[in-house]
């Protein structure tokens, strides 16, 4: 390696050896930058990126927040390095880093609306919408950043004059807005409607709601079906566990909104185990591996597994068991009994028609859930859901238990204790906090209550206004 002659020859040379694969090198340099020069942004956010990729969020959050505390948590800094944090699932450190911003007054519209989604992700509403509120106060870009949306589910109306929802109508009907902007505010609206027993006036706002995000964001449910088919098909090579004795990774998987955000937090807070919500991590993974031809390649599948594996474990105090609640991970679980045969699987089933009532009520953020916003996909979606699980429990050797949802939510304890004895868990119970887990599912609102049982047969509300709902009837 030639010497560096100066700090720009070093970045270079560490911008080198990262892009070579020689992680450790690379990051010494930067560490060693980042002493010396703190404001410098290339190398704080190279350093953060060498960090994260190696599965280190805490210290990928850190070196952001002592990049932003250098620069005196000037706005652009700040900005960028929150949402870094939050992606991070470090919500704590965003939250921070959007605090002392904001008490220097060094913020944007787009910063308050940045700390409204980190307070909400945290649990704490009612500063969340004081941030919104500020963020709607100062003009922020209601096109790009669909605060209106995000502000419904801060609290439950009870009052059919509250002025949110003038607010919320005003915007859905504003033709100057684009449609995906608009059907945002419009599934808030509806949420409000809802929490007022408005049930026909909300069924009339998801219908034109869900018509606008169609408009802008088709689905393919042919691509969906040749997926399922290929998956089936599809054979992977095994490692039989070498290497990671001591890990049991836990994956949540099911249908959207069949209670996988509240089975994974109350496990975790239950057994003390580390909920690192939808990681994401699988899907990159599988994608790769299919792409590659890599599904037979056993040394592919070890590094696949050693990749899973530090994104799981990252950079926080250790635990026995990690739980990853990304429901549509059940597109790849014989990926998941190649590189993990001691995993458990805990699969989500919910009423069919509150399932699909609850995916036709939910604006989702990735595409991979564009099928939520016509009754004939979802209807699909879950045909080709239940025949890829049945394949797979004929097929894997892996673990499986079902958990139905209105069971749960009548006796969570007992639901919990049978949860705790199937993957292995210590009999030492933990108490359920739900703060102390960042939340950033679809269920962001829903999960931070108290168990409830109002959501079970709640299809049958909106029946009379939704009649595509009687296909789900049993």
Known sequence: ???????????????KLWQIGQVAQAEAILCELAVRLPRREDVAWLLAEVLRNQGRLDAAARTVLAFCQARGFDHEASLRGAKFAQQCQRQQIADELCKSAIA?????PELWAVAGNVARE???FERSRSCYLT????????????VLGALAHTMRYTDPGHPDLARFAGHFRNGAFSARARAATGFGLAKAYDDIADFKSSAKVLREANALVRSVQPWNPTAWRQFVASRKQARVAGLRGEGFAGFVPVFVVGL?????????????????????????????????????????DVAAIGEAAQLYYMHSRQDDAPALHYIDQDPLNFRYLDIVAAMFPQARIIHCRRDSGDTALSLWR????????????????????????DELMSHWQ????????????EKFVADPQRVLAELQKYIGASAEVGRFDSMVIPINTSSVWQARQPIYMSSVGRARAYTPFVPELAQFVP
């Open 104 to 108: 220097r007054d060094n913020v944007s």
């Open 122 to 124: 945290l649990g704490d």
């Open 362 to 385: 939910q604006d989702f953020a990735h595409p991979d859930c564009g099928f939520a916003y016509d009754f004939a996909s979802i209807a699909d979606y879950m045909a080709a859901h």
């Open 394 to 405: 004929q097929v894997l050797a892996l673990p499986i238990l079902t958990v139905q949802y």
């Open 135 to 146: 963020a709607l106060d100062a003009g922020v870009d209601l096109n790009t950043t669909f």
């Open 256 to 296: 959207p909104r069949t209670g996988t955000t509240l089975t994974a937090t109350r496990l975790a807070g239950h057994i003390g185990g580390r909920d690192r919500g939808e990681l994401r991590t699988l899907q990159f993974i599988a994608q790769r591996l299919i792409e590659g031809n890599h599904l037979v």
């Open 1 to 15: 390696m030639p010497v560096p002659r100066s700090d720009n020859d070093a970045f270079a040379i560490a911008s």
